[in-house]
């Protein structure tokens, strides 16, 4: 009895040395003056300041089977409630566990971030304070240089006797299929992806279903990087129920030498070719990481009602200098058209194309591993189309400022110092 005694201690002390436990802290307030933001202003146009905050509690676990995360989080404008409130604003940012139950195979369930490609078309809204999440089911196989991912979902919003209709506004199932090479001179991956939307023409609680494929490969050569990447999408649209034909395309160069890096590129989503036509051919970037494409001010970022369903041309330069470790700065460059004319209801004719130039600047200072500080200033300067798209005067200049920084200390940990120093050497 004793011999079993020390046996069933000795195994307890082993697993807990190989299991790892962490609680963190995130604590992220934002600054933000708006004077044209996401849409362009006009002359009774007023300026907007404030300040909102995202604050998150981490739990991290990982042992050689099992990893897990709980993330709740609280997300507000500061002022937005009663200094005597007591109103419950906690919600759950993440809350999965992944099992690793065979050799190189894993499967993830629970709410989580989806994050699949070049997060085009699949990724974490990381720059909003609410972020973006799924409750998912994520099947893993990951072999020498290749990465298979399966993921499905189904939602509800209720526990119910019957029917499975769905009363909120987003998708009802959701299946995703990736094979992604991530390591090796060529680089991509190829994407499948269908969304079903309960329709809301029919009055009952079918799907239509949208299908998105595609994919995006880069190989470098000497210092330059060259990708090209392009997506087709089919279907039937929920909303009227009219037949989907579209498709996204997108190129780049990239350059990097010492500190210095440029890449220039082009996107391409399609439009309708004109109102009223049979099929209906506006591209929709479904849930991508949108504030990392398309200029950091918004203006396309709902797709595609942001382009009245007229499609999207971007030409961008980013531009990229790493002063030192931790001061970096960085510079984006857009130019955008729109890939149908713009429809004139005044004179009841199309219009052109131009939409105007962004220009981002932002610096970002690395204090220590765990605070993280960004400073920002964009200009969105109207082209004569804008206003038939999404309001406004062609004749103001539209800016938007913005300073946040990030807290992500941790609390406890079961790591080593000695680990702790690697992490933020690595970090």
Not at 255 to 271: A, Q, V
Not at 320 to 340: I, T
């Amino acid at each position: 009895m004793r011999l079993f005694l020390c046996l069933f201690i000795g195994t307890l002390f082993s697993t807990a040395a190989r299991s790892q436990f962490d609680l963190g802290l995130e604590l992220r307030p934002r600054m933000e003056f708006r004077n044209g933001y996401r849409f362009p202003s006009d002359t009774s146009s007023k300026d907007a300041f404030f300040i909102s905050q995202r604050t998150r509690l981490n739990l991290d676990y990982a042992d050689t089977i099992i990893t897990a995360k709980l993330s709740i989080q609280d997300v507000r404008v500061w002022g937005d409630q009663p200094v005597f409130s007591d109103d419950a604003g906690l919600s759950i940012a993440a809350a999965w566990v992944q099992w690793h139950f065979a050799r190189d195979w894993y499967l993830r369930t629970g709410r989580q971030e989806l994050s699949f490609g070049d997060k085009r078309l699949i990724g974490p809204a990381e720059w909003r304070q609410q972020a973006r999440s799924h409750d998912a089911l994520l099947l893993l196989y990951q072999k020498k240089v290749w990465l298979f991912q399966l993921a499905g979902a189904f939602n509800q919003n209720a526990e119910r006797l019957s029917s499975t209709s769905y009363g909120i506004s987003q998708y009802k199932a959701l299946g995703v299929f990736q094979a992604k090479r991530y390591s090796g001179p060529l680089k991509g991956f190829f994407l499948v992806i269908a969304d079903g939307t309960q329709n809301l023409y029919a009055g009952t609680d079918e799907m239509d279903w949208r299908f998105t494929s595609g994919g995006s490969w880069s190989y470098p050569i000497g210092l330059f990087t060259f990708q090209a990447g392009g997506y087709s999408q089919n279907g039937v649209r929920f909303v009227d129920g009219r037949s989907l034909f579209a498709y996204m395309l997108n190129g780049s160069v990239g350059y990097r030498h010492n500190n210095w890096s440029f890449t220039l590129g082009y996107d391409i989503l399609s439009g309708n070719d004109s109102i009223g036509s049979p099929d209906y051919r506006a591209f929709d970037n479904l849930y991508a990481t949108r504030n990392a494409f398309y200029g950091r001010m918004d203006y396309y970022y709902s797709f595609p009602g942001d382009m009245k369903e007229a499609g999207l041309h971007d030409a961008w330069l980013l531009v990229d200098y790493k002063v030192s470790y931790r001061h970096q700065l960085h510079g984006g460059l857009h130019y955008f058209q729109l890939d149908k004319p713009a429809f004139d209801p005044d004179s009841f004719e199309y219009a052109g194309k131009d939409l105007g130039q962004e220009l981002d600047l932002w610096y970002s200072f690395q204090a220590r591993h765990d605070i993280q500080l960004e400073l920002g200033q964009c200009f969105y300067l109207p082209g004569e189309d804008l206003p038939l798209v999404k309001g406004g005067s062609p004749d103001l200049l539209n800016t938007w400022s913005y300073f946040t920084i990030r807290f992500t200390p941790t609390l406890f940990t079961t790591r080593t110092p000695t680990e702790e120093l690697i992490l933020e050497t690595v970090e």
